[in-house]
């Protein structure tokens, strides 16, 4: 012991504090060895997992007869990211200004869906139900959108989105109320709540249904959203689905996110119950309201990015719409990659928006790739990224024998 | 992972051999060798071109326009509805001479992109042209008579089921929408003309790729005796067939010939989706393509029918040559929508 | 304090030389020499974190040794699993027992070695062996009976007859006495002695002098993961131990002054509680608590402590009776009602309920007052640090910052943060429930000074402890909990005896049924 | 940060499970067969036609409720107020419906034989939850095994002109899926419910694949060797044995599974090591136990049930493979898994009663098409009820879902 005890009367010697009793063997939680891994490995082992993934994924690609770096360079120029290159010109230019208007249209409600589910895993909750919180919120947004043609622009759009956001909000709240009160488990309750939502909003739109497109009799879709309640179009063509305000809208909403959860007392609540409920009870917190409240704000967060689809540029909603909405479980990839932070969430957003957009067809040369094949190589990269992300063990290993020496062990381990 | 997948009006199958009837309304069999060598695009909905469905009957009539008439084609898939503007209007924007949509859900989309690209020719699958709202003049819809295939097809179920002392005949459709029910229609009251005593099932599976569903719905109408079964669910329709060769019943396939499933299969009630394509081609081919109207495919020019008949049906053959005869001159013409019950 | 002698090495079953173990920059053990004699009771002794544990699950195969050997019987083995270790002839019991909950007795002491009949496991087989185990070693325990179900003495004898089982000739128990009654351990005593007679050694780690006199033959004491000596109990004292233990002489027993009790201040009247089971649990208890006063309340684990503790703190509805704090009624008010109201409360089990251990130590402390003066529901981060850092070093916590992981604390330091955030909030009524569970003699004797100066600082403590020592060092009154009821009061000065007997239920020797 | 702290969330102290049949339960358990008694009396082929005695058999339903509820029985006694009122309100329904809607409706041969084939790749993927889950592994990639199953169960079928080699073939795919799983959740201790999210991505995308790439626009061929359908001479047996009569050999398979589950989990050495692991493996390790090697038997095996559950539907049920066609039946399976509280019997039942009610919604919009679409909500509205208002809170294996390391190694 090098220190010096401090002087004092009624101070003893504290044990062997030299010695910290580290309790990171079987039971240490994830949450402890991601800390460890963060630090360690900081913003590195991301990047290095995605890395990983993608000399993986190009394995792949090369086993089928396929040349990877031409396919990954063409995945590249397809999400627009080159339109940040100084150097991309002309029609280069223009042509990956509207790839980039795409990727961020995807990114925006990628960005809340992942939220959604972040929030959810800080306090030890799993929300797959992002999907269904989705489509109940576009389904308000659609309807309170194409309604109350005469008001005011900005009183509608905002009108929208809080209803919209309620709505997902009260969603999610039904699974966080019943985990709550009967102690049902949320992953259940989720998924069950997703596909109600799929077969509500499929009767709703459907032939017959009460919120079923009114001059058009035939088709299972719903009626327009009008012009008052359309987000702004800042970039790119407003009718080809250019660029909406809802990308600010997400990033503000991770900006809140942030606050909420580093800063507020209900995230200081919310991380307290995912950590250690039991202490959390003990403190005083009420940890069946911090679920309701959790599940709520979730359910709030793709409420949000439903009504952003919906009121930026799909304005209708048809029953295939709902059915085949995916977006919610790309959501989960973002949260687990973005480690369920508010910048790691959006940076993990612009990537699989990046990687969905960029391996769209349009853009991929089908002499370079087979489009057919291609969707289903994305989902594979897809999976390897988030697999590799799970493995924050096997990263750092690699990504210590990368770095140079430096004696600074990872972890200890003592036995208690 | 959970979503169900996909939509898509009826089920296509790829086997071109046994499809029966000639070309459309172009009867040229071969392209003109000084034929304008055009761009051809094709946007898919979000079936994708494995949905063995119109995307890849679509599919099929563009490439058949690429060996024949030596046009130069580009198929994108949509994965989304996100995709739809997005493809159009980059097909338009590389100046392809005619963009094809396919799916009646693409039909907001298609409008809006003809109207930024007035120069492009835009045709659209299973959508009524003059109901777009922004009434584009360079959009062509490409219509079905689904209700005539259905009623060729429902005619044959019904002449087989008197023979065979069958009461019951059965459909099962993926969703409550137009080109299906007119499919179902038609078949409906093909059967009742055949033998007014037939009593008709129908159900929809909500679906148009899970098979198991279609298969216990089509399980569901043989234990109520049904003897024969007409699919008009995409994919999911297969296990409707395939309820009724499990069961010794007879099928009736839809869009394509079904035939090559096996003997089950008495006919098939045919939406020619690849002759729409290629004979739209032919149209920007040859200058005659007029937009802001529609070119319905029906019994008369070869664009609807039934496909190959089974050796189960062989013998009403002339029965069934008559009813197209009626058909053709239109003193048949058949119901489009399924009685409510 | 003699070195080892190699003229022993004849009798010797076990011999450990020289064993080296690393946890990255950390040395658990550094070049340990142990050597266990046939037939002799053999204690481990040592503060937390000295290393015996880790030495004695290297001998088990738990852990490998980065360096040394371990001698069966005069020959090098090798133990690389526990597997191995049973083939040597060493068994092991736990601190915290390696037991399944949810399965019998018959089947824990089975598994691993299951007895099978027509390929199916065979558990009428299992059931028969354990009773002749139970009755071979005069070690009754219920086969049938799930282990969640019963006692701590019962577990521990399902883990020593499964080890015995398992033909051990060698038994390792690593604290063995850390959760037993002291009726428990004299119990545990018997039976560690006949065990010795019959010819089997043991080695028994433990940090308590007392118990290393009265059991042990000999003693080995190592200091942060060295051998300090090896010597006879026969001529040592408690305070040559503590010596070699620690390294210094320590204060053995805390010198207190009588209290001076004022106005009672927190009052129990009639209190009703059931516990997770339904059952009743608290059972009519009333008591009373005076400002500078310390009341403990004794008994045997399981008698209704936990359940009175958390109606106390508004953690479990009160079914009748009242709870009152300076005469205000704070019967079944929420936890945080509770804690308004004035009762601060040191939890049982800090791991599980006094700490958030991946909070840091910052968010740890604030875990009672975050919401004091926040608007708009932000936190104030920096006023929520500056507190920390006042309390850290108001309390003397080593080993952290406050923005350090609580987790990355010792047992001992934790423990200073738990009583730090509850003294903190000004309390006039503090419980203290099992506040120096796990830790070390020095963290022992911080966390005893502490509560007296609350004591003498005016506050009421009711400290629920099932250590007899720090009952009595602590307690101005002693209150005897039973089955749900406190069934006497004593003064600090009472026997072991008249305590045992009201902690058993009033004289009728409770043997394990 | 993450899901272990989800998994502990889920382990809550669960009450008095097991605790044996108490006069009160009995009484709730006797109300909520009343309340479903009150119902069934009005349908096929009973057909009471008047209200009347459906509502006495309720009322009388409704007090052993509330005598239930009053002797603590909370749970059960609501359920038994709860089945009251559905059967009184499904009993008005039935009596003031056609006999010929109620009928084609209510076919209790047809609905038993759908609902064993709607259970049966439920059961199958559940299974292999439950095995791996008792190990310690939690496993949300069923939905991936099983699609690995149906894939290549339609594969194998196809290139050995065998639906034995189908099988083989599938049960191996989902195995090594389910290898992946183990190497990350055991080996690299890596967050379970991440690296199982992470194999149903790559399941999804490599039956895609390799479908587009093997078959193209064909699809599956269409005369795939088949699992053969069992016919037993049962048809004279009332309506279950018309129900039996002819059924997949992988629907008796699945059955047949839930009892070789049971027997090897609860009644064999191999299975109380497996349960030992889950509940404490450093216990199990301590007598000698290899947790590893028990898990990763536990989680490959779990990727073989599931499997069968996907060539059921490749080849058992559809006789072709479509991409995704799984369609989310491996999440309904591990919602099933929790329903029945980690025991072979309990998630038959989940999965019986999702299968009951998917046929049930399947005919109901014989009685009115324009709910069509809602009714397919039945199945997920029944199991929210029932998971919230019966079963609550289920406490899994105690070591489900917490990576296992053994120090210092």
């Known amino acids: 012991m090098s220190e010096q005890t401090p002087a004092g009367p009624d101070v003893p010697v504290g044990g062997p504090s030299s010695q910290p009793e580290y309790d990171l063997g079987g039971g240490a939680t994830v949450g402890a060895r991601l800390g460890t891994a963060l630090k360690s490995g900081g913003v590195i082992t991301p990047i290095i997992t995605v890395l990983f993934s993608f000399l993986v994924g190009g394995l792949v690609v090369l086993v089928t007869g396929h040349n990877p770096i031409d396919t990954y360079k063409a995945i590249f120029d397809g999400t627009g990211l080159q339109w940040l290159f100084p150097w991309t010109s002309g029609a280069d230019r223009s042509t990956a200004a509207i790839n980039l208007q795409q990727t961020l249209l995807i990114t925006g409600p990628l960005i809340l869906l992942g939220l959604a589910v972040g929030y959810a895993f800080r306090a030890g909750l799993f929300n797959i139900g992002g999907q269904g919180q989705y489509i109940v919120g576009s389904i308000v947004a659609v309807w309170t959108g194409s309604s109350w043609a005469g008001m005011p622009h900005v009183l509608h759009v905002i009108l929208c989105m809080l209803l919209a956001t309620a709505a997902g909000a009260a969603w999610a709240g039904i699974a966080g109320a019943l985990r709550a009160i009967t102690g049902a488990n949320e992953v259940i309750t989720t998924i069950m709540l997703n596909w109600i939502a799929i077969w509500m909003g499929v009767y709703l739109f459907g032939l017959g249904g009460p919120l079923q497109n009114g001059t058009q009799p035939d088709v299972p879709i719903s009626n327009d959203v009008v012009a008052s309640a359309k987000l702004h179009v800042f970039w790119g063509d407003p009718e080809l689905q250019g660029l909406h305000i809802g990308i600010f809208v997400a990033l503000a909403a991770a900006f809140v996110y942030w606050i909420l959860l580093n800063r507020s007392t209900k995230g200081y609540e919310a991380r307290a119950v995912g950590f250690n409920p039991e202490a959390a009870r003990y403190s005083g917190i009420k940890v069946g309201r911090t679920?309701?409240?959790?599940?709520?704000?979730?359910?709030?967060?793709?409420?949000?990015?439903?009504?952003?689809?919906?009121?930026?540029?799909?304005?209708?909603?048809?029953?295939?719409?709902?059915?085949?909405?995916?977006?919610?479980?790309?959501?989960?990839?973002?949260?687990?990659?973005?480690?369920?932070?508010?910048?790691?969430?959006?940076?993990?957003?612009?990537?699989?928006?990046?990687?969905?957009?960029?391996?769209?067809?349009?853009?991929?040369?089908?002499?370079?790739?087979?489009?057919?094949?291609?969707?289903?190589?994305?989902?594979?990269?897809?999976?390897?990224?988030?697999?590799?992300?799970?493995?924050?063990?096997?990263?750092?290993?690699?990504?210590?024998?990368?770095?140079?020496?430096?004696?600074?062990?990872?972890?200890?381990?003592?036995?208690? | 992972m959970?979503?169900?997948?996909?939509?898509?009006?009826?089920?296509?199958?790829?086997?071109?051999?046994?499809?029966?009837?000639?070309?459309?309304?172009?009867?040229?069999?071969?392209?003109?060798?000084?034929?304008?060598?055009?761009?051809?695009?094709?946007?898919?909905?979000?079936?994708?071109?494995?949905?063995?469905?119109?995307?890849?009957?679509?599919?099929?009539?563009?490439?058949?326009a690429q060996s024949q008439l030596g046009i130069t084609g580009r198929v994108l898939t949509s994965k989304s509805n996100a995709d739809y503007i997005p493809n159009l209007s980059t097909l338009a924007q590389q100046k392809y001479d005619l963009v094809i949509g396919v799916g009646f859900l693409m039909a907001d989309a298609i409008d809006t992109v003809a109207k930024k690209f007035p120069d492009t020719k835009f045709a659209i699958i299973d959508v009524d042209a003059t109901g777009l709202k922004g009434k584009p003049t360079n959009v062509q819809g490409l219509l079905f008579k689904e209700q005539q295939s259905g009623?060729?097809?429902?005619?044959?179920?019904?002449?087989?089921?008197?023979?065979?002392?069958?009461?019951?005949?059965?459909?099962?459709?993926?969703?409550?929408?137009?080109?299906?029910?007119?499919?179902?229609?038609?078949?409906?009251?093909?059967?009742?003309?055949?033998?007014?005593?037939?009593?008709?099932?129908?159900?929809?599976?909500?679906?148009?790729?899970?098979?198991?569903?279609?298969?216990?719905?089509?399980?569901?109408?043989?234990?109520?005796?049904?003897?024969?079964?007409?699919?008009?669910?995409?994919?999911?329709?297969?296990?409707?067939?395939?309820?009724?060769?499990?069961?010794?019943?007879?099928?009736?396939?839809?869009?394509?010939?079904?035939?090559?499933?096996?003997?089950?299969?008495?006919?098939?009630?045919?939406?020619?989706?690849?002759?729409?394509v290629v004979d739209t081609i032919k149209q920007v081919q040859t200058d005659k393509f007029t937009g802001g109207v529609n070119t319905t495919f029906e019994v008369a020019n070869g664009g609807a029918g039934i496909g190959k008949v089974s050796a189960a049906g062989a013998k009403y053959q002339s029965q069934l040559d008559g009813v197209t005869a009626k058909l053709k001159d239109n003193s048949i013409t058949p119901p489009d929508t399924v009685p409510g019950k | 304090m003699t070195p080892p002698d190699a003229s022993d090495a004849a009798g010797l079953v076990l011999e450990l030389r020289g064993i080296t173990k690393r946890f990255g920059a950390l040395t658990a053990n550094d070049a340990v020499d142990l050597q266990l004699r046939r037939g002799e009771i053999h204690a481990l002794l040592g503060e937390n974190g000295a290393g015996k544990s880790t030495l004695m699950n290297v001998v088990y195969g738990m852990l490998t040794p980065d360096e040394g050997d371990i001698l069966v019987d005069g020959s090098v083995v090798h133990v690389g699993s526990p597997r191995e270790a049973m083939d040597h002839g060493i068994g092991m019991v736990f601190q915290h027992f390696m037991l399944i909950p949810v399965m019998t007795v018959a089947e824990n002491l089975v598994l691993g070695a299951e007895p099978r009949k027509n390929g199916l496991l065979d558990l009428a087989g299992a059931r028969r062996r354990t009773r002749e185990l139970s009755d071979r070693y005069g070690l009754r325990v219920d086969p049938d009976a799930r282990v969640a179900d019963v006692s701590v003495g019962q577990q521990q004898r399902v883990e020593i007859l499964r080890a015995l089982d398992r033909g051990a000739k060698i038994l390792v128990l690593d604290e063995p006495t850390a959760v037993l009654t002291a009726q428990e351990t004299a119990e545990l005593a018997e039976v560690l002695r006949a065990l010795r007679d019959g010819g089997t050694s043991v080695v028994f780690i433990t940090h308590k002098l007392h118990e290393v006199l009265d059991v042990a033959d000999r003693v080995t004491v190592l200091r942060r993961g060295k051998t300090v000596g090896t010597i006879d109990t026969a001529g040592a004292d408690e305070a040559s131990l503590a010596r070699m233990m620690v390294g210094r002489d320590v204060v053995l027993r805390v010198e207190k002054e009588p209290g001076t009790p004022g106005e009672p201040l927190l009052e129990l009247e009639d209190v009703h509680a059931i516990d997770d089971r339904g059952l009743p649990a608290v059972d009519g208890v009333s008591l009373q608590v005076c400002a500078g006063e310390i009341v403990a309340v004794a008994g045997i684990d399981g008698n209704g402590q936990t359940e009175l503790i958390d109606a106390i703190s508004g953690l479990r509805h009160v079914s009748s009776g009242h709870v009152r704090l300076r005469g205000k009624d704070i019967t079944n008010c929420t936890p945080r009602a509770a804690r308004d109201a004035g009762v601060g409360h040191i939890a049982e089990d800090r791991h599980a309920r006094g700490l958030v251990l991946d909070f840091s130590l910052a968010e740890n402390l604030a875990l009672n007052d975050y919401r004091a003066g926040t608007r708009f529901g932000l936190l104030k981060p920096r006023r929520m640090l500056e507190a920390a850092g006042r309390l850290l070093?108001?309390?003397?916590?080593?080993?952290?910052?406050?923005?350090?992981?609580?987790?990355?604390?010792?047992?001992?330091?934790?423990?200073?943060?738990?009583?730090?955030?509850?003294?903190?909030?000004?309390?006039?009524?503090?419980?203290?429930?099992?506040?120096?569970?796990?830790?070390?003699?020095?963290?022992?004797?911080?966390?005893?000074?502490?509560?007296?100066?609350?004591?003498?600082?005016?506050?009421?403590?009711?400290?629920?402890?099932?250590?007899?020592?720090?009952?009595?060092?602590?307690?101005?009154?002693?209150?005897?909990?039973?089955?749900?009821?406190?069934?006497?009061?004593?003064?600090?000065?009472?026997?072991?005896?008249?305590?045992?007997?009201?902690?058993?239920?009033?004289?009728?020797?409770?043997?394990?049924s | 940060m993450t899901t272990d702290t989800i998994i502990k969330g889920l382990r809550a102290p669960e009450g008095s499970d097991g605790a044996g049949l108490t006069r009160e339960r009995a009484l709730g358990w006797g109300g909520i067969a009343l309340g479903l008694i009150a119902f069934v009396i009005t349908l096929p082929p009973f057909e009471v036609r008047t209200i009347v005695p459906s509502l006495v058999l309720a009322a009388i339903a409704i007090v052993l409720g509330v005598l239930a509820i009053g002797g603590g029985e909370r749970r059960v006694g609501g359920g038994a107020i709860f089945a009251a009122l559905f059967g009184a309100l499904g009993a008005y329904g039935a009596s003031r419906s056609g006999v010929s809607h109620l009928e084609v409706v209510v076919s209790w041969s047809a609905l038993t034989a759908a609902m064993l084939r709607y259970a049966t790749p439920l059961t199958f993927a559940a299974l292999g939850g439950l095995v791996s889950e008792r190990s310690g592994v939690v496993n949300i990639a069923l939905e991936g095994m099983m699609l690995m199953g149906a894939f290549f169960a339609a594969y194998g079928a196809d290139k050995t002109g065998s639906w034995v080699g189908g099988i083989l073939i599938g049960v191996l795919a989902g195995m090594a899926l389910a290898a992946i799983h183990a190497v990350f959740a055991i080996s690299l201790r890596s967050d379970q419910i991440v690296s199982g999210t992470a194999l149903n991505f790559v399941a999804l995308g490599l039956t895609g694949y390799m479908y587009v790439d093997t078959y193209g626009a064909n699809g599956t061929p269409d005369n795939l060797p088949a699992v053969p359908e069992i016919n037993l001479p049962t048809d004279s047996l009332g309506f279950i044995g018309q129900a039996i009569s002819q059924l997949n050999l992988l629907v008796w398979g699945s059955l047949i599974a839930v009892i070789l589950v049971w027997v090897v989990v609860f009644r064999t050495r191999l299975g109380l090591r497996l349960r030992a692991v889950g509940e404490n493996p450093k216990a199990a390790e301590t007598v000698g136990i290899s947790v590893f090697k028990v898990r990763y038997a536990a989680v490959i095996s779990s990727g073989g049930l599931a499997a069968f559950g996907g060539a059921f539907l490749s080849i058992g049920f559809v006789h072709s493979f479509s991409q995704n066609m799984t369609a989310g039946r491996g999440f309904i399976a591990l919602a099933a898994l929790i329903f029945g509280r980690w025991r072979p019997g309990g998630l038959l039942a989940a999965t019986l009663l999702f299968g009951f009610s998917s046929a049930l919604a399947q005919r109901l919009p014989e009685f009115s098409p324009q709910l069509a679409t809602l009714f397919q909500a039945l199945p997920y509205v029944l199991t929210l009820i029932a998971v919230a208002g019966v079963v609550g809170r289920s406490t899994p294996p105690a070591a489900d879902g917490v990576p296992y390391t053994r120090e210092g190694k």
């Open chain 2, 2 to 64: 959970a979503g169900i997948l996909i939509f898509a009006a009826g089920c296509g199958s790829d086997d071109n051999s046994s499809s029966s009837s000639s070309s459309g309304t172009t009867s040229t069999a071969a392209a003109a060798p000084a034929a304008k060598k055009i761009k051809v695009g094709l946007v898919t909905d979000i079936g994708g071109l494995n949905d063995r469905s119109f995307n890849s009957l679509a599919n099929q009539g563009l490439q058949q």
């Open chain 2, 151 to 276: 009623y060729l097809a429902g005619y044959l179920a019904g002449l087989y089921a008197k023979d065979n002392n069958i009461k019951t005949i059965s459909s099962v459709g993926g969703q409550k929408i137009p080109p299906v029910d007119h499919y179902i229609a038609g078949y409906q009251a093909g059967a009742k003309a055949a033998d007014p005593g037939i009593k008709t099932l129908n159900g929809y599976s909500q679906d148009f790729v899970d098979q198991a569903k279609c298969k216990e719905i089509a399980l569901n109408q043989i234990a109520q005796g049904s003897g024969v079964v007409f699919q008009v669910a995409g994919q999911c329709g297969l296990g409707a067939l395939d309820a009724a060769k499990e069961k010794g019943k007879q099928g009736i396939g839809v869009d394509a010939d079904q035939a090559y499933l096996g003997s089950h299969i008495l006919t098939s009630a045919i939406k020619k989706v690849d002759v729409a």
């Open chain 1, 291 to 416: 679920y309701v409240l959790v599940m709520g704000t979730c359910g709030a967060l793709a409420g949000l990015a439903g009504s952003l689809d919906v009121l930026g540029w799909q304005f209708h909603l048809a029953t295939n719409d709902i059915q085949g909405t995916q977006l919610a479980f790309l959501g989960i990839a973002v949260a687990l990659l973005g480690r369920n932070t508010a910048i790691g969430t959006c940076l993990a957003a612009l990537l699989f928006g990046a990687l969905v957009n960029g391996t769209s067809v349009r853009n991929l040369d089908p002499a370079v790739f087979e489009p057919e094949l291609a969707q289903n190589l994305t989902t594979v990269i897809q999976g390897l990224v988030v697999l590799f992300v799970s493995a924050d063990v096997l990263i750092l290993l690699i990504y210590n024998k990368l770095r140079p020496r430096r004696a600074a062990p990872a972890k200890a381990e003592v036995p208690a």
């Open chain 3, 393 to 512: 070093h108001e309390f003397d916590v080593r080993g952290g910052t406050p923005g350090t992981p609580a987790r990355s604390l010792s047992g001992g330091n934790q423990q200073k943060v738990v009583i730090a955030r509850e003294v903190s909030g000004n309390p006039d009524a503090l419980i203290a429930a099992q506040p120096t569970r796990g830790l070390d003699v020095g963290a022992i004797e911080f966390v005893h000074r502490r509560l007296l100066a609350e004591r003498d600082a005016g506050r009421a403590i009711l400290l629920f402890s099932l250590e007899l020592e720090e009952v009595r060092a602590l307690a101005d009154r002693i209150l005897v909990i039973y089955d749900g009821r406190i069934v006497g009061e004593l003064p600090p000065g009472a026997s072991d005896e008249e305590l045992g007997l009201l902690m058993t239920g009033g004289g009728a020797a409770r043997v394990a």
